[in-house]
């Protein structure tokens, strides 16, 4: 289920925006979508069967609070 804007924001490498993204089983092809460049680095990394059984994933997400340095509480 995972969408292309949620593909690029795990960081795939992106060739030309909205027509070639990296792929990361061949490294010298393209997908024409962020998915399945996605699919093809999730499947580099765990395994086809893992991309097959589509398990549970949590998105944790991040903010910058501060860029003095300085801890802060927000």
């Given at each position: 289920?995972?969408?292309?804007?949620?593909?690029?924001r795990?960081?795939?490498?992106?060739?030309?925006?909205?027509?070639?993204?990296?792929?990361?089983?061949?490294?010298?092809?393209?997908?024409?979508t962020?998915?399945?460049s996605?699919s093809?680095?999730?499947?580099?990394?765990?395994?086809?069967e893992s991309?097959?059984?589509?398990?549970?994933?949590?998105?944790?997400?991040?903010k910058i609070?501060s860029?003095t340095?300085?801890?802060?509480?927000?």
């Open positions: 289920e995972i969408t292309s804007e949620d593909a690029l795990e960081g795939i490498k992106v060739i030309d925006p909205d027509e070639a993204y990296y792929d990361y089983m061949q490294e010298c092809g393209s997908y024409y962020a998915r399945g996605f093809s680095l999730w499947i580099k990394i765990s395994g086809q991309w097959n059984d589509n398990p549970w994933v949590w998105v944790i997400k991040f609070v860029t340095g300085k801890p802060c509480i927000e």
